[in-house]
């Protein structure tokens, strides 16, 4: 039943405002304490709602979003080659998909494991697409330099997952391509934010709703952080590596140290050179 919902259009319901739904009509017992022709009695054509449903409660499903037409696409893509400074545009394809570039930046903290022994990609290897990485077995870890930027032409049916396995075939990396995650990097009230994008996401829609400002969005391939380290998935090079790293770091910290507290001490023995030089 629904009291006083405000529905209505008899000048009883003008003062009492009750309604209630047919099937609840014979329950209700008013009291009207308004002379006239209501007198407690409802009003059937004022007073009765549709009958209400048994289920109240009902699950509505969040509307996806509707994929942009190509049209919307086309309109988009004029939009950002036009803000575009340099020559990496966007190309509309005429079965709708489109092509363009973008650039990730490599902020890897762990080495890395790369083959040894093997000669450099040629042009010849690039157009046959030959790994040169599965024309030997033998391997060695190797630390990339920090936040190096990789520059990728790819489609807009390219998902997350295939630009992370092109980016460790063009580093030559063999690790497990679950090792490492694409984020997006994101800069707002001052502050960089990172999110980690899911293996199935299209960057260079992304790419194109953001538009070409790297400020704005950027790419950035790290780790992927799944809490506890497994260290299980590592190789014995790789954990070799990590020691030498942890050890170099810490002489490193050491040295800043000593550094720092030898300025201090040089600038006190100075300071009091001077006070005593000075007439007392």
């Given amino acids: 039943m629904d009291g006083h919902t405000g529905r209505g ?24 304490r ?23 409660t009902q699950t509505v499903e969040e509307e996806k979003p509707e994929p942009p037409t190509v049209q919307e696409i086309k309109q988009r893509i004029e939009k950002y080659n036009a803000k575009v400074t340099n020559c990496l545009l966007m190309k509309l394809n005429e079965d709708g998909t489109y092509t ?3 650039k990730v930046h490599l902020k890897l903290r762990r080495p890395v494991t ?10 010849y290897d690039a157009l046959k697409e030959v790994n040169l990485a599965d024309m ?19 489609s807009s ?12 075939k063009k580093f030559m990396v063999v690790d497990n391509p679950q090792k490492f995650a694409l984020f997006k990097e994101m800069r707002k009230d001052g502050q960089v934010l990172f999110q ?16 070409p400002d790297t400020d704005v969005l950027s790419f950035v ?3 992927n952080e799944t809490g506890e380290v497994e260290w299980d998935a590592f190789s014995i090079p790789e954990l070799q590596n990590f020691l030498m790293i942890l050890d170099k770091e810490e002489k490193d910290k050491i040295q800043q140290v000593h550094r720092k507290y030898e300025r201090f001490k040089q600038r006190l023995q100075q300071t009091l050179k001077e006070a005593r030089g000075k007439p007392g």
Avoid: M, W
């Fill in 9 to 32: 259009s008899s000048s009883c319901l003008a003062d009492c405002r009750y309604t209630c739904h047919q099937e609840c009509r014979s329950l209700i017992q008013l009291d009207c």
């Fill in 34 to 56: 308004r002379p006239g022709p209501c007198q407690g009695q409802l009003s059937p054509e004022s007073t009765l709602l549709p009958p209400c449903s048994q289920n109240v």
């Fill in 100 to 102: 363009g570039f973008i």
């Fill in 114 to 123: 790369v083959p040894t022994g093997i000669r450099p990609q040629s042009i």
């Fill in 136 to 154: 030997t077995d033998k391997r060695t870890s190797f630390y990339l330099p920090l936040d190096a930027i990789k520059q990728l032409h790819i």
């Fill in 157 to 168: 049916t390219t998902t997350v997952s295939e630009v992370i396995q092109g980016l460790l």
């Fill in 196 to 211: 980690k994008l899911p293996l199935t996401e299209y960057p260079l829609y992304l790419r194109l709703l953001a538009g």
């Fill in 221 to 223: 391939l790290k780790e």
